[in-house]
């Protein structure tokens, strides 16, 4: 029922931008956090950066603070992730992904807690991110 589709990821040289998107449709939730991931071949999955929608506190991992940007639209219905002086260590599978339990990611102690993989019960199928020269 709940489906998310990300869309905009592509090819770029290192300091280059992109812009990804996710739309997510078939819930029925005012509170929720959307986080992206992003997972390199032979690594494991890592939070990249999540905002909630009913406050929008926006997080960043130290590794993206600086250079990405989360927002939604003005109908909460899309999510971006504006990616901007891109590295080659950039290069992923990028994920949106729907956590209906955290209601703020101001709510959590530390760091990591925002990006327990398991909480976050829907995902999207992942849009392909390569920087390279």
């Known amino acids: 029922q709940v489906r998310l589709v990300e869309s905009g990821g592509g090819s770029v040289q290192p300091g280059g931008s992109l812009r990804l998107s996710c739309v997510a449709s ?23 950066s999540c905002i909630s929608i009913r406050d929008g506190v926006t997080k960043y991992a130290d590794s993206v603070k600086g ?16 990616m901007n002086t891109l590295k080659p260590e950039d290069t ?13 990611a101001d709510d959590v102690d530390e760091p990591d807690e925002l990006f327990i ?9 992942g849009t392909q991110v390569t920087v390279s020269s």
């Open 26 to 48: 078939g819930h029925a939730l005012d509170s929720y956090t959307i986080g992206w991931f992003r997972q390199a071949p032979g690594k494991e999955r890592e939070g990249v």
């Open 67 to 82: 250079r990405f940007a989360i927002s939604t639209d003005n109908n909460k219905s899309t999510v971006y992730l504006q």
């Open 92 to 104: 992923a599978v990028y994920y949106c992904a729907l956590n209906p339990y955290l209601d703020s």
């Open 117 to 125: 993989v398991d909480e976050y019960d829907y995902w999207g199928q």
